[in-house]
């Protein structure tokens, strides 16, 4: 065997790989042994079939497969023994010539290997990075004693229907002169909230209505385009739902309205416990919290930064053009060269952007352990209760809920870039100089508008 690799123009690399006979002969016959003991031919015994009419029949997929096998494991082993840092996968070359395995060896095999531009990039405290430090004005902590008075808040009996309130009552089938059907749908303490209906002219029935009123709709018409919501209301399967296709009476027993928790002391205390008693306390322990919540995102807008910083200072590189969008293509073959060109400038800066944090990685001395990749799935399943405005979850719910990340396969790869993001960001933020601008979450928010 034979390698020989060229790399004139150092992004365009052609690999040209020499099989002889010595290569593969002992895995093919090992192979064809192994057919033999089991192969099942008419007139013979198991184990005692020539191998004549064994090679006949299988020596040449056989051997096909063992040099492709034994081509790919060296191709890939002189690219790590050799620190080539190649680009996407091998492909066959355009100045291939067919190969015949029929004939005899020496058997010659050409690749075109695109090669990662050379650069350097280092970050250090003559870099200068802007930081946002986000600080929770009054809107914003405002907005969060109103989330927890609404969290916190209860239902309440009520005369008059209003928007949003819960009913409670009992559901008739009507038949087609308005009258209670006999033998028909009836369903006692049906629960229905008007507001998610979605026809005008049927939610607006329910308008001003008060306890005891009898209302007049068809759930087939208020719900359209939603038969679960149908059948869990009729208390029926889907497959039942076009023999009741009429109207209904619905008599309303109970009204609740769902009223926020009075912002005082019995909050404080379910909110942050005994020790909060007045609302100042209160205030401040919400913009902690807030505080808190906002490192994830200034952390965020830092990496965005970092990586537009870095592209500006890295500058334009030269890859191998023509071969990464073959690449491209072969890598997607279901779309056509459109969908290639459309998609190779973003798919070159996404690339030049991976390149150079792979180095800052390196530089930074940075590794990733399976704790870190635990404590991404923890972060991630803290990340999520908190857009339900859960804060201070047990750590054995995210514990337990990591754990249910971590069973998944397809979570994997996301968690370990996670965990090196946020290395990285921890990392780089002592390693450069930080501009640290203290911004209100309007202002920050604002700067994703740009």
Request: glycine share 4%; hydrophobic share 35%; proline share 4%.
């Given at each position: 065997m034979n390698i020989v690799f060229e790399n004139p123009d150092k992004v365009n690399g052609l690999m040209t790989i020499t099989v002889e006979e010595n290569d593969y002969k002992e895995q093919v016959e090992k192979t064809l042994k192994d057919y033999r003991k089991k192969a099942n031919f008419p007139g013979f015994r198991p184990?005692?079939?020539?191998?004549?009419?064994?090679?006949?029949?299988?020596?040449l997929p056989v051997k096909a497969d063992v040099i492709n096998k034994f081509?790919?494991?060296?191709?890939y082993k002189y690219v790590k023994d050799n620190n080539i840092q190649m680009l996407g996968e091998p492909l066959p070359s355009e100045t291939q010539v067919p190969v015949d395995l029929e004939h005899e060896a020496p058997y010659t095999f050409v690749f075109d290997i695109a090669v990662a531009p050379e650069f350097k990039?280092?970050?250090n405290g003559k870099n200068k990075i802007d930081y946002y430090v986000i600080e929770p004005d009054e809107k914003a902590i405002d907005t969060q004693v109103q989330q927890m008075a609404q969290r916190m808040g209860s239902y309440e009996k009520a005369e008059t229907y209003e928007k949003?309130?819960?009913?409670?009552?009992?559901?008739?089938?009507l038949d087609a002169e308005g009258n209670t059907l006999e033998g028909g749908l009836t369903i006692e303490t049906a629960s229905m909230m008007p507001e998610y209906i979605k026809v005008d002219e049927q939610r607006q029935r329910f308008e001003g209505a008060k306890l005891g009123d009898i209302i007049i709709?068809?759930?087939?018409?208020?719900?359209?385009?939603?038969?679960?919501?149908?059948?869990?209301?009729?208390?029926?399967?889907k497959e039942e739902l076009a023999q009741h296709e009429g109207d209904f009476s619905y008599q309303i027993t109970e009204i609740s309205r769902y009223k926020a928790h009075e912002v005082n002391?019995?909050?404080?205390?379910?909110?942050?416990?005994?020790?909060?008693?007045?609302?100042?306390?209160?205030?401040q322990k919400i913009a902690d919290e807030l505080r808190a919540q906002f490192v994830s995102e200034s952390d965020f807008k830092f990496l965005l930064d970092v990586r537009e910083y870095v592209e500006k200072k890295v500058g334009k590189l030269t890859y191998p053009d023509a071969l990464l969008k073959r690449i491209m293509k072969n890598s997607n073959k279901d779309k056509g060269d459109d969908y290639v060109e459309k998609n190779y400038e973003e798919s070159i800066r996404q690339l030049t952007w991976h390149l150079a944090k792979e180095q800052l990685v390196r530089a930074q001395g940075i590794k990733i352990e399976d704790a870190d990749i635990?404590?991404?799935?923890k972060e991630s399943a803290r990340a999520q209760f908190a857009r339900y405005g859960m804060s201070n979850v047990p750590e054995e719910y995210l514990e337990n809920y990591a754990n249910d990340m971590l069973k998944k396969q397809e979570n994997i790869e996301g968690l370990i870039d996670q965990a090196i993001d946020q290395k990285?960001?921890?990392?780089?933020?002592?390693?450069?100089?930080?501009?640290?601008?203290?911004?209100?979450?309007?202002?920050?928010?604002?700067?994703?508008?740009k």
């Amino acid at each position: 065997m034979n390698i020989v690799f060229e790399n004139p123009d150092k992004v365009n690399g052609l690999m040209t790989i020499t099989v002889e006979e010595n290569d593969y002969k002992e895995q093919v016959e090992k192979t064809l042994k192994d057919y033999r003991k089991k192969a099942n031919f008419p007139g013979f015994r198991p184990g005692m079939v020539p191998m004549g009419l064994i090679k006949k029949q299988y020596e040449l997929p056989v051997k096909a497969d063992v040099i492709n096998k034994f081509v790919g494991e060296q191709l890939y082993k002189y690219v790590k023994d050799n620190n080539i840092q190649m680009l996407g996968e091998p492909l066959p070359s355009e100045t291939q010539v067919p190969v015949d395995l029929e004939h005899e060896a020496p058997y010659t095999f050409v690749f075109d290997i695109a090669v990662a531009p050379e650069f350097k990039i280092e970050l250090n405290g003559k870099n200068k990075i802007d930081y946002y430090v986000i600080e929770p004005d009054e809107k914003a902590i405002d907005t969060q004693v109103q989330q927890m008075a609404q969290r916190m808040g209860s239902y309440e009996k009520a005369e008059t229907y209003e928007k949003n309130d819960m009913l409670r009552g009992d559901l008739r089938e009507l038949d087609a002169e308005g009258n209670t059907l006999e033998g028909g749908l009836t369903i006692e303490t049906a629960s229905m909230m008007p507001e998610y209906i979605k026809v005008d002219e049927q939610r607006q029935r329910f308008e001003g209505a008060k306890l005891g009123d009898i209302i007049i709709f068809n759930p087939r018409k208020a719900y359209p385009d939603n038969d679960a919501e149908v059948s869990s209301l009729l208390k029926i399967k889907k497959e039942e739902l076009a023999q009741h296709e009429g109207d209904f009476s619905y008599q309303i027993t109970e009204i609740s309205r769902y009223k926020a928790h009075e912002v005082n002391q019995e909050l404080f205390h379910e909110a942050f416990g005994e020790d909060v008693n007045d609302e100042v306390t209160f205030r401040q322990k919400i913009a902690d919290e807030l505080r808190a919540q906002f490192v994830s995102e200034s952390d965020f807008k830092f990496l965005l930064d970092v990586r537009e910083y870095v592209e500006k200072k890295v500058g334009k590189l030269t890859y191998p053009d023509a071969l990464l969008k073959r690449i491209m293509k072969n890598s997607n073959k279901d779309k056509g060269d459109d969908y290639v060109e459309k998609n190779y400038e973003e798919s070159i800066r996404q690339l030049t952007w991976h390149l150079a944090k792979e180095q800052l990685v390196r530089a930074q001395g940075i590794k990733i352990e399976d704790a870190d990749i635990k404590n991404a799935a923890k972060e991630s399943a803290r990340a999520q209760f908190a857009r339900y405005g859960m804060s201070n979850v047990p750590e054995e719910y995210l514990e337990n809920y990591a754990n249910d990340m971590l069973k998944k396969q397809e979570n994997i790869e996301g968690l370990i870039d996670q965990a090196i993001d946020q290395k990285l960001i921890a990392a780089l933020k002592t390693a450069v100089k930080l501009n640290e601008k203290s911004v209100t979450p309007d202002e920050f928010n604002k700067l994703f508008e740009k």
